[in-house]
Every structure is written in C-alpha cells, then in structure tokens.
C-alpha cells in the first residue's frame, strides 16, 4: 500500500516560488507514475502535472508551463513541484497522487486513473 505525504504549501505573494514535496512510502515507488492535481474552493480537481515512473516523460496543464517544474527523486521516494512566478490563481489546495504504470513512459491527466492520494497542501498566492 502506497502512501503519500505532501509538504512545502504556504502563503506567498504574487511572483514568489514555493517548493513542494510528496513523499512516498510502500512498495516499488519506481513503479508508479506520478502527478500533482489542485482543487479551488467550489472548482473541481485539476491537472497540474504528471511524470512517468522512468522520469522520461513528463506533461503540465499549459496555465502553469515555464512556471512549474514536476521531478522525482526514486531513491528517496519523493516527488517535487518547483513553483515559480506564482499567480493568485494558483490558489488552491495541491495534492500529489501515485498510479501503478506497466510502462515506464505511461502518464495520466485524469484523477481516476490514480490509485493512491495525499491529503493536500495548501497553496495560497496573494496579489
């Protein structure tokens, strides 16, 4: 059973960077593709990024390309998303999901695809 735990939300002002951690526990972390969602209040949950399990593919919504960067780090079972040039419309609780993936070039845009999620961090940009 994987399970995951996100750090590094906070409060920062508009232009900022935050830095924020998922880190895994369980089985064969190398196995699974990553993604980060985000959820505003009364929105739903929306793709933000996603990397294959090989770290060779990696895909982001295009509101936040050139902004975010999405890495792992297998050794240390730990997933990242580098936050920079943050907008308040990045407002949202971030949470990190894991999926089993057969191929180590396999991503997904789609929450249900995701077997395992953490409780979320929450982000807040003020302008």
């Known amino acids: 059973q994987v399970q995951l735990v996100e750090s590094g939300g906070g409060l920062v002002q508009a232009g900022g960077s935050l830095r924020l951690s998922c880190a895994a526990s369980?089985?064969?972390?190398?196995?699974?593709?990553m993604g980060w969602f985000r959820q505003a209040p009364g929105k739903e949950r929306e793709f933000v990024a996603a990397?294959?399990?090989?770290?060779?593919?990696?895909r982001y919504v295009d509101s936040v390309k050139g902004r975010f960067t999405i890495s792992k780090d297998n050794a240390k079972n730990t997933m990242f998303l580098q936050m920079n040039s943050l907008k308040p419309e990045d407002t949202a609780v971030y949470f990190c999901?894991?999926?089993?993936?057969?191929?180590?070039?396999?991503?997904?845009?789609?929450?249900?695809?995701?077997?395992?999620w953490g409780q979320g961090t929450q982000v807040t940009v003020s302008s």
């Open positions: 999901a894991a999926g089993y993936a057969t191929s180590r070039w396999y991503i997904s845009q789609t929450p249900g695809w995701y077997d395992h």
């Open positions: 369980g089985p064969t972390f190398s196995s699974y593709a």
């Open positions: 990397i294959s399990w090989s770290g060779g593919n990696i």
